[in-house]
């Protein structure tokens, strides 16, 4: 079964990163065995090597580490035409609908970013959190 919490990149990037406290409060996060989606390990792999100048051997090994804590789903073309819709609906980007998509099709309560409105209700059945919000104001 689903966890009822999906993660989005930042969040993973944060436990992987050196900034305090959202490092430590993203690595609890992640102990909790939360859902993630090939979208966001795709994303986390660009930022490192790109941004943080990561050899690719680091960021495999790391993000392995990251999929071992982690339910990992695939996107596929049904959360594909789900993001299309969403995007229509509530006017996000592309990628942002895709991640939200995906936690919906997963049977996430919780989607865990810093890219969307905090407490936002996506489709009655998913919300959006910032869990830095309190954490780290």
Request: charged letters at 20%; hydrophobic letters at 45%.
């Amino acid at each position: 079964m689903a966890a009822s919490v999906f993660l989005d990149s930042n969040i993973f990037l944060y436990a992987l990163g050196d900034e305090e406290p959202k490092r430590q409060h993203a690595r609890d996060l992640l102990a909790a065995t939360p859902t993630i989606s090939t979208q966001a390990l795709n994303e986390c792999s660009h930022v490192l090597r790109r941004k943080a100048d990561w050899p690719p051997a680091r960021v495999a090994e790391e993000l392995s580490l990251v999929i071992d804590l982690s339910h990992l789903v695939d996107v596929g073309l049904a959360e594909i035409r789900r993001a299309w819709s969403l995007s229509e609906r509530y006017g996000f980007g592309h990628f942002d609908s895709l991640i939200l998509s995906s936690a919906l099709s997963a049977g996430c309560a919780t989607l865990h970013t810093e890219n969307l409105q905090h407490a936002q209700a996506i489709d009655g059945t998913l919300t959006v959190v910032n869990p830095f919000r309190v954490v780290c104001p």
